[in-house]
């Protein structure tokens, strides 16, 4: 899919095995197929994840400037990528970012360089539309973070955190709801400041945002805004690693009341 800032198309035809590699624009026309293609790609390993929607380039849709590119091997789609451009902050001073997202290449291709060709296509793309590039991977998919060492260094992380159960414990203070920037606004003010940060806000967009809320205690305040990514980009738990699977066996063996 063309962004605003779009209008040429890339063909890649390296020596050996991908030979006739070849580079375009998606389509929305090609969307059942990319859908076909990441339906095979389960990100991670004991921890495993698949990826739901009905479109595949919706994400992308979610910023102003962006691409999404193919790559087709004797006229299969073989892979997919996409790269959008982000006002950010690099250690406090305003930058523009290049983020890459969505990259998906088939299971059995992998280990031939088409993930790079991909990466690097974008990023040339990138280049001139921003002042650095990132993407992020989960800390188990080394294939994709083999793509992301393209980028340069290791910049930080994030994790997943699956809670096996909780318990419910009375508080005392006054919750309300509030907007989103409210509830940003006062994380932006309580942490930081970040090496790197994005603005969620930046472009207007709040694709996905159920609602947001502030708490207000004798220990201070605290908020919390709810996303939901269905239609975008659902993500499914596949499986769990096996301590937390024995996690979950050992709390569903307690007394409820103990849960």
């Given at each position: ?186 994380k932006r003010r309580a942490a930081g400041p970040w090496d790197f940060y994005a603005n969620p806000l ?58």
């Amino acid at each position: 899919m063309l962004s605003p800032t779009t209008s040429s198309r890339d063909a890649s035809r390296p020596d050996g095995p991908l030979a006739g590699l070849a580079l375009d624009d998606y389509s929305p026309s090609e969307n059942e197929e990319a859908l076909d293609l990441e339906r095979s790609c389960l990100q991670g390993a004991s921890y495993r994840l698949a990826f739901r929607r009905e479109e595949f380039h919706r994400r992308a849709e979610n910023f102003a400037v962006h691409r999404i590119a193919t790559a087709r091997l004797a006229g299969r789609l073989v892979a997919v990528g996409a790269a959008a451009i982000k006002e950010a902050e690099y250690r406090e001073r305003p930058v523009r970012a290049a983020f890459l997202f969505d990259f998906r290449v088939r299971p059995e291709l992998r280990g031939l360089a088409i993930g790079r060709t991909l990466a690097e296509a974008l990023l040339a793309w990138a280049a001139p539309r921003s002042e650095l590039a990132y993407t992020y991977a989960m800390g188990d998919n080394p294939a994709a973070a083999r793509v992301g060492l393209l980028l340069g260094s290791d910049a930080g992380g994030y994790s997943y955190l699956a809670y096996p159960s909780f318990r419910e414990r009375p508080f005392a203070g006054r919750l309300s709801s509030a907007s989103m920037a409210e509830v940003h606004g006062h994380k932006r003010r309580a942490a930081g400041p970040w090496d790197f940060y994005a603005n969620p806000l930046a472009e207007g967009r709040a694709a996905g945002h159920v609602g947001s809320w502030l708490l207000e205690g004798p220990d201070g305040l605290a908020g919390c805004s709810a996303w939901s990514n269905r239609g975008i980009l659902e993500e499914v738990v596949v499986s769990l690693p096996l301590g937390l699977r024995l996690a979950r066996r050992a709390v569903a063996a307690l007394p409820s009341g103990r849960r």
